[in-house]
C-alpha cells in the first residue's frame, strides 16, 4: 500500500502576525518503542557554520562583501558562476554545513546554508513557501508531495527599524523567472524551516527503510512547530510500518483537525483504519478522498504503464502526455512518454522528452542514467 509523506526536495532551479504558540503533545510519541538513533538530531545543528565556512567568509569571500556589499556580495559569491559550484541534489536534505562541504543540495538545503551565511553576516533574513502548481515524487511506495521555498535577504540588524524596504530586499529564488512571476508567497518562521528539514530527513529515512531514524527526525520535527500538520502525517506512517496502528490513527486523526482537507493525510488515514478492519469507516473516507481529489497524483501514469504492458503503446502515449501535462517538471513521467515515442518511432520526440526528464531529473545519478539513454538514441541515429 502506498503511503504519502511531505517534503521539500524541490527542483532549484514584514513582518506578519505570528500564529498561537501550540506546545507537542507527548501523547504522540512512543520512545521506548524505538532504538536511539544512528545519527545525532539536534535542531542547533540545522545552521550552524562549519569551521570551513567561517574561513569562507572571514577570507575567500572578504573583499567581495566589502565592495559589493554583504546583501549582493554573497549572492554573488554563492550563486555566480565560476564561484562555488553549487549543484542541485535532491538525494538528501542536508544542513547548512554539509550542504557547503558538498556543494549541493535541494531547495531547502540550499535556503538553509545561504540563510546560515546571512545570519553570521549580521543580515537579516526571511523565509517563504511559494505557492506553485503541486509537484510529486516517489521512491518505491512512498509517494511525496514537492513544495517549494525561497528566502530573501534585508539589510543588516541595526542599519534601521523593522524589515528593509523591498527595494531593499534580495529574493534568492531557483524557480526559472517565467515560472516565478506573480506567484504568491506565504512567510514562515524560522521554526517551521526548522521543522521542515526534520520532516524531510524523516521521510528519507523512511525510503531508505531506517524506520527508527524516521520516527526520531518526525518527533522533532514535531518539536520544532506543534502546528506543521505535516509532521504528524510523516510520524502516523512510521507508526503504521511498524505496526502501531492504533497509535497511527491517533496521529493522523490530530494532523487532519489541522488540516482537513489535506488529501494525502486522508488516504493514509484510510489506510490504517482499514487496516483495523472497520472497512465502512476505510470507505467513507476513501471517499471523502475522492471528493477532495478526483484524479490523484500518478493516477494518468499508473493507466499508462498499465496501458504499456497490455502492448496499447498509442494509449499510454496520450496517458503519460496527461500526467506531463500537470506535473511538467517531473522527470519520470517524461522518460516513460519518450518511451512510447520511442516505440512508435517517432525518434525525434523520444529524443525530446528524454532532454526534459534529464533536465529535470533531481539527482546525479538520474541525471546521468537519463545521459546516457540519450547519447545511445542520437549514435543510433548518427550510424
Not at 196 to 219: I, K, P, V
Amino acid at each position: 500500500m502506498r503511503a504519502w509523506v511531505a517534503g521539500l526536495a524541490s527542483a532549484l532551479f514584514v513582518a506578519c502576525a505570528t500564529p498561537p504558540e501550540q506546545r507537542a503533545d507527548a501523547r504522540f510519541f512512543n520512545d521506548a518503542a524505538f532504538p536511539a538513533p544512528s545519527e545525532r538530531i539536534r535542531a542547533e545543528d540545522v545552521f550552524a557554520l562549519s569551521p570551513a565556512m567561517q574561513r569562507y567568509v572571514q577570507y575567500e569571500i572578504a573583499d567581495r562583501l566589502h565592495s559589493r556589499g554583504r546583501q549582493q556580495g554573497l549572492v554573488d559569491a554563492l550563486y555566480s558562476k565560476g564561484e562555488l559550484r553549487l549543484e542541485y541534489d535532491s538525494a538528501m536534505t542536508r544542513n547548512a554545513a554539509q550542504a557547503f562541504e558538498a556543494r549541493s543540495g535541494n531547495c531547502l538545503s540550499l535556503v538553509i546554508m545561504t540563510a546560515a551565511f546571512a545570519k553570521e553576516l549580521g543580515l537579516q533574513v526571511r523565509y517563504q513557501s511559494v505557492v506553485t502548481d503541486e509537484t510529486w515524487a516517489r521512491s518505491a511506495d512512498l509517494h511525496f508531495v514537492i513544495d517549494h521555498i525561497n528566502l530573501s535577504l534585508g539589510r543588516r540588524l541595526g542599519d534601521g527599524p523593522g524589515w528593509a524596504r523591498t527595494s531593499d530586499a534580495l529574493t534568492i529564488d531557483f524557480l526559472p523567472p517565467q515560472d516565478s512571476r506573480n506567484q504568491k508567497a506565504r512567510t514562515l518562521p524560522e521554526n517551521t524551516v526548522v521543522a521542515m528539514f526534520m520532516n524531510n530527513r524523516a521521510a528519507e529515512s523512511l525510503a531508505r527503510g531506517r524506520l527508527h531514524d524516521a520516527y526520531w527526525w518526525a518527533r522533532e520535527a514535531v518539536l520544532q512547530d506543534p502546528g506543521f500538520a505535516r509532521a504528524y502525517n510523516t510520524l502516523g506512517v512510521v507508526y503504521r510500518r511498524h505496526g502501531d496502528l492504533p497509535q497511527a490513527e491517533s496521529v493522523l486523526r490530530h494532523a487532519l483537525a489541522q488540516e482537513p482537507s489535506n488529501p494525502q493525510i486522508v488516504a493514509n488515514l484510510a489506510q490504517v483504519v482499514g487496516e483495523q478492519g472497520r472497512p465502512a469507516e476505510a470507505s467513507a473516507l476513501r471517499q471523502r478522498l475522492a471528493q477532495l481529489e478526483s484524479e490523484p497524483p500518478f493516477f494518468f501514469f499508473e493507466r499508462g504503464k498499465a496501458a504499456l504492458r497490455d502492448g496499447d503503446v498509442e494509449a499510454a502515449r496520450d496517458l503519460f502526455a496527461r500526467e506531463v501535462a500537470r506535473a511538467p517538471y517531473y522527470h519520470e513521467f517524461h522518460y516513460w512518454l519518450a518511451v512510447t515515442y520511442a516505440r512508435l518511432g517517432d525518434t525525434r520526440r523520444a529524443r525530446e522528452h528524454l532532454t526534459l526528464a534529464m533536465e529535470s531529473s533531481t539527482t546525479r545519478d538520474d541525471h546521468d542514467l537519463y545521459a546516457g539513454k540519450l547519447d545511445r538514441i542520437r549514435s543510433s541515429q548518427v550510424r
